[in-house]
Every structure is written in C-alpha cells, then in structure tokens.
C-alpha cells in the first residue's frame, strides 16, 4: 500500500480562495507539529523503506517555511511537488502552468536538496481533455499522481489519449457513483466506515493496482488551528452569510470524524504494508 500525503496550509490556502492575497504567514507551528504526528506515526506502523512516504508540497511552504521542508526531506521523505499554491490549475492558461511548475519545482528542490521528479494537482485538478498541461507534466517530471480511475483499461486509454510517452502514473483508485467520484483517501477515509477503505483496498487489488491512500496534514486528528475565523474572513470582505457558510463548511476537513484517521490507518496496515516512497516504486507503477 502507498500512503502519501499532500502537504498544505488549509488557513493560508483557503484565505488565498477568498481574495486574500499572496503575502499571508503561514501556521508554520501547526504545520510542524502535524508532521511530526505523522512521522511518529509512520515510525510506529512500518519498518524499513515503508516508514518514508511521499509529501506533496506546495512550493509556497519551501518559500515561508524552508526549514520545514528540509527537515521533511532530511529525514528521508520524498518531497514531491503539488503547484505553487493550492489553486486550481485546471483552466490556466499553458504559460502561467508551465511558469508555475517551474518555479515551484525549483524552489522545492532548492530548499529540499533533492530532485523532485513527482506532481499531484491540488484537488487532482489538471486538464485532462487537452493534453497540453500534462505535456509540460511530462517535460518536468518522472511520474504524476493526480488521476484516478476504476479501471485499467481507462488508464491505458487516458494515458494514450494524452499523447504521453515517459510520464509514469501513480493512479489513485475511484469509483463514479452517483456523478460523485469516491476515491480511496481524503475525506472519504475519514467519513465512511472502515468497511469502505477496505473494499476499495480490495477492489483495487483485484484490478492490479498497489492501494493508494492520500490523506492531508490536517486530517490527522482535530485540526481547529487551521481554521479560517469568521472574524478573518470578514476582514477579507466576506459577507456575513457567506463567512457563517464557511465557519460550519470548514468542519468537514477540520473536525468531522478527523479522530477516526490514525485508527483507520492502523487497521489497514495490519493487512498491508507501506511500500515506500513513490520514487522508489516507478517499476510498480502500470505504465
């Protein structure tokens, strides 16, 4: 099984999403301290290789807190990129796409001192009609980690369709079920039964696929510290309907059922084992 995680700043993130602008600090303490939860996790559930994973990093984190992810990297983590900031590169334009991955990878292997030869889309969102953003994944990175799929069929046909040749693909495992895509990690892990992340594990299994869990910092137990303050997000120019929205909105990554992460986790791991770093399992991938 793959566990890898994408490393971000739900308070600065979503205050970006509000129109906050791109000079606000980060909860550098509250990042530090789910890391080292995390890591104490991986120490305490694997052995060997399995107990260092991948994070997928916003490079605005390598830019405000540098020593953060040299430590990451330092302790034998893959640092691994996931854009500048958390926004949806989906509709961009190729040239801010192509800039923005080249600065972030950059800035990533700078403070990491490491290559970093690994993307995920934040929220998985690239184009994947036109190839043109997964063309200058391709020119990069080795591998990419932000499509999802029930099938191996429909990863053979997507990855022709996108006319890429050297990009490997580290697919995360989903069912479409009522125009919703339920994928194995994230939210889904948390909210649902044990029971769910065991028959996707499973389903997974029998289609050829290693399990792939991705989960977020913040979903490793209550996460109140990130949260967006209706205070703050008035002082955003938030409407007061709209910052009541999102002071209950934000419990569904922050609070609601976080406790159960960790001891899902543990019940999965007796049955699987953490293969490692996603760099270190290319010749796992399918193609």
């Known amino acids: 099984m793959f566990l890898s995680i994408d490393f971000e700043d739900f308070n600065h993130d979503l205050k970006i999403k509000f129109g906050g602008g791109e000079d606000l600090s980060l909860k550098t303490n509250a990042l530090w301290e789910k890391y080292y939860l995390i890591d104490k996790f991986l120490s305490k559930n694997s052995t060997n290789s399995g107990r260092y994973i991948t994070f997928f990093c916003t490079a605005i984190?390598?830019?405000k807190a540098p020593d953060l992810i040299e430590k990451i990297s330092k302790d034998?983590?893959?640092?691994?990129?996931?854009?500048?900031?958390?926004?949806i590169m989906e509709n961009q334009p190729i040239s801010k796409v192509e800039q923005t991955l080249s600065a972030a990878k950059s800035l990533l292997e700078?403070?990491?001192?490491?290559?970093?030869?690994?993307?995920?889309?934040?929220?998985?969102?690239?184009?994947?009609?036109?190839?043109?953003?997964?063309?200058?994944?391709?020119?990069?990175?080795?591998?990419?980690?932000?499509?999802?799929?029930?099938?191996?069929?429909?990863?053979?046909?997507?990855?022709?369709e996108m006319g890429l040749t050297n990009l490997r693909l580290f697919p995360v495992f989903a069912k479409d079920l009522a125009n919703t895509n339920f994928k194995?990690?994230?939210?889904?892990?948390?909210?649902?039964?044990?029971?769910?992340?065991?028959?996707?594990?499973?389903?997974?299994?029998?289609?050829?696929?290693?399990?792939?869990?991705?989960?977020?910092?913040?979903?490793f137990g209550p996460s109140d510290e990130f949260r967006v303050s209706r205070e703050a997000m008035n002082e955003l120019?938030?409407?007061?309907?709209?910052?009541?929205?999102?002071?209950?909105?934000?419990?569904?990554?922050?609070?609601?059922?976080?406790?159960?992460?960790?001891?899902?986790?543990?019940?999965?791991l007796k049955n699987y084992e953490l293969q490692g770093r996603l760099r270190d399992n290319l010749d796992r991938v399918l193609i």
Do not use: M
């Open 237 to 268: 120019g938030l409407s007061v309907l709209r910052s009541v929205y999102w002071e209950y909105r934000q419990s569904q990554w922050l609070t609601l059922r976080n406790k159960s992460t960790i001891r899902k986790l543990e019940c999965l």
């Open 110 to 160: 700078d403070v990491s001192q490491t290559e970093v030869v690994g993307f995920r889309a934040p929220y998985f969102k690239i184009n994947k009609i036109n190839p043109e953003q997964y063309l200058v994944v391709e020119r990069l990175f080795h591998y990419d980690s932000s499509y999802f799929c029930g099938s191996k069929d429909a990863l053979f046909k997507f990855k022709s």
């Open 61 to 63: 984190l390598a830019e």
């Open 184 to 219: 194995l990690g994230g939210s889904f892990l948390k909210f649902f039964p044990l029971w769910y992340s065991v028959l996707f594990a499973r389903k997974a299994e029998e289609i050829g696929f290693t399990p792939h869990i991705y989960l977020h910092p913040y979903e």
């Open 76 to 87: 034998g983590h893959e640092i691994a990129c996931h854009y500048y900031h958390h926004d």
